[in-house]
Structures are given as C-alpha cells and as structure tokens.
C-alpha cells in the first residue's frame, strides 16, 4: 500500500533503475577476485606441463561459469522481485529495500545538494550518489555498474527541479 501512496505523492513515474547496498559491493569484489585467481591458476595450468592439469583447468573454469552465472541469475532475479530499485518520480525518488520495501522517500522540493561519487577500479567499480537534505539528512543510492542509466535520469530530473549538484 506504501507504495501506491508514495507514487501518487511523487507525480508520474519516470524510470525505475537497480541499485545495490553495502553487500553487493563486497560481493563484486570477491567475485571479482574468485575470477582473477580463477584465472591466475588457469595461466599456471597452461604453462605447468602436468598429467591433472586438464582437469584442474575444467575445475576452475566451472568456477568461473557458476561465479557468473549466479551473478545473472540474482540480477533478473532481483528485477522481477523488485529488490534493491531507485524508482525517479517528477517529484521525488522513492528507494526499495532489499526485500522491496520502500525504504526512503524525498521529494525534490526537500534535497539542497546531490552529490556524485564514483569509482571505476577493476576490483571495484561503483557511482554513489548522495540526496542531502534541507534538514541534513542524507539519501545514498549505490550503482555497481561502469556506465549506469540511473548517473544520466538522476542528473537529469535534478536539474529539471532546480537542484545544483556538488
């Protein structure tokens, strides 16, 4: 029911966009390191002229399909279960949690300053956008993608409610 109130609150819908927490960045990382060493162990399997090292070749290289596998599973997972989702309104952002309960809801009319972060690592990659309140209260939204379509919509609808960013 939240939601339905929220929405009608914030306006029309402009886009819905994923969003992750403070765990998914930690799973990026260690997937991204169960690869590497994946890999790293593949390259020695290759130079090494051992009888098992086909075997243990097809061994890592199963982990590296299941690591990726999982990875898109739990995103069309996530997207149909409405998990972790910055939804941008004409008049506010409204953010779900991880079990799709709204978790923050701020109107345009209540944010002084959005803030833009982002880092771009091979281990880490991220953008973090900060909704800093007129009453000092702060919104964080996490994106654990290189170029996400959220950076551009949110940027966007700011400056259309006359926000500056810093």
């Known amino acids: ?4 109130e929220d929405a009608v609150e914030l306006g029309a819908r402009r886009g819905s966009y994923p969003i992750a927490g403070i765990t998914g960045a930690l799973l990026q990382t260690g997937r991204r390191f ?12 290759v130079v090494s002229t051992s009888v098992e090292g086909l075997s243990r070749g097809l061994v890592a290289l199963a982990v590296i399909v299941v690591v990726i596998g999982l990875r898109v599973a739990w995103g069309r997972l996530s ?3 409405g998990v972790r989702v910055c939804h941008l309104h004409t008049g506010g952002v409204v953010v779900t949690g991880l079990f799709g309960q709204t978790k923050h809801v701020v109107p345009w009319d209540r944010v002084a ?8 690592s ?10 800093v309140r007129h009453d000092g209260g702060t919104v964080a939204i996490l994106v654990l993608q290189r170029k996400p379509e959220l950076a551009s919509a949110l940027k966007r609808a700011s400056h259309l409610a006359g ?3 810093a």
Do not use: Q, W
């Not at 029911?1 to 339905?4: E, K, L, S, V």
């Open 122 to 131: 091979p281990l880490l990659t991220f953008h973090r956008f900060e909704l």
């Open 79 to 81: 997207l149909r279960l």
């Open 34 to 45: 169960v690869v590497l060493f994946c890999l790293v162990a593949l390259g020695y399997l």
């Open 1 to 4: 029911m939240r939601r339905d």
């Open 163 to 165: 926000m500056r960013e």
């Open 113 to 120: 300053v959005l803030k833009h972060m982002s880092n771009m």
